[in-house]
């Protein structure tokens, strides 16, 4: 069975700064998909960033970039010029295969705080 | 907005009773997840349908079961509810496309008195 570990419970950030969140996940599988998805306040759950195994280039969408390291197996989340609105916990999830037909397995979560 | 959405947004019940949750997927979206979000268990899958069909079941309870409607909307119901069952429970649909996203409903919040 597949699990994902985010090791940061809680992590401040400074307005205009760059944090980084760690994500640790243990499979056997080749092929797979890996995502972040951020929970504000509000509860809903917004997917953030997607990377797929087979890709070597890291994933980026405008300030939020990863660092996959698929021999560690670590999926990192850098957030770029944090912005008050990044306030959120954030969810680190791994997906088996390519066909799309299997579901989320999720760490526990970061809570990350960005703060004036 | 997802375009996934769920119904109802809260529910409030009592030990005991059964309530069903409902949800409709994005449009042409034919897959649809249910996850649940405790404080103590974090986020699990319960099950997944596609086009009416279940193809995967994770820790649901025997309590527990589910349906997807022809129209693709889905269904989870919940039944001898115990206090434990108090979570926020999600729908997800999955993208038609090759990065295979589940976009997820804002949920229902369900608390068992």
Known sequence: AQTVTQSQP?????????????CTY??????????????????????VIRQEAYKQQNATENRFSVNFQKAAKSFSLKISDSQLGDTAMYFCAFMKGYSGNTPLVFGKGTRLSVIA | DSGVTQTPKHLITATGQRVTLRCSPRSGD?????????????LQFLIQYYNGEERAKGNI?????????????????????????????????????????????????????
């Open chain 1, 10 to 22: 809680e992590m401040s950030v400074q307005e205009a700064e760059t944090v980084t969140l760690s």
């Open chain 2, 61 to 113: 309870l025997e309590r527990f079961s589910a349906q997807q409607f022809p129209d693709l909307h889905s269904e989870l119901n919940l039944s001898s509810l115990e206090l434990g069952d108090s979570a926020l429970y999600f729908c997800a649909s999955r993208a038609s496309s090759i990065y295979n996203e589940q976009f997820f409903g804002p949920g229902t919040r369900l608390t068992v008195l």
């Open chain 1, 26 to 47: 243990d499979t056997s599988e080749s092929n797979y998909y890996l995502f972040w998805y951020k929970q504000p306040p509000s509860r809903q759950m917004i997917l």
């Open chain 2, 30 to 42: 034919l897959s649809v997840y249910w996850y649940q979000q405790s404080l103590d268990q974090g």
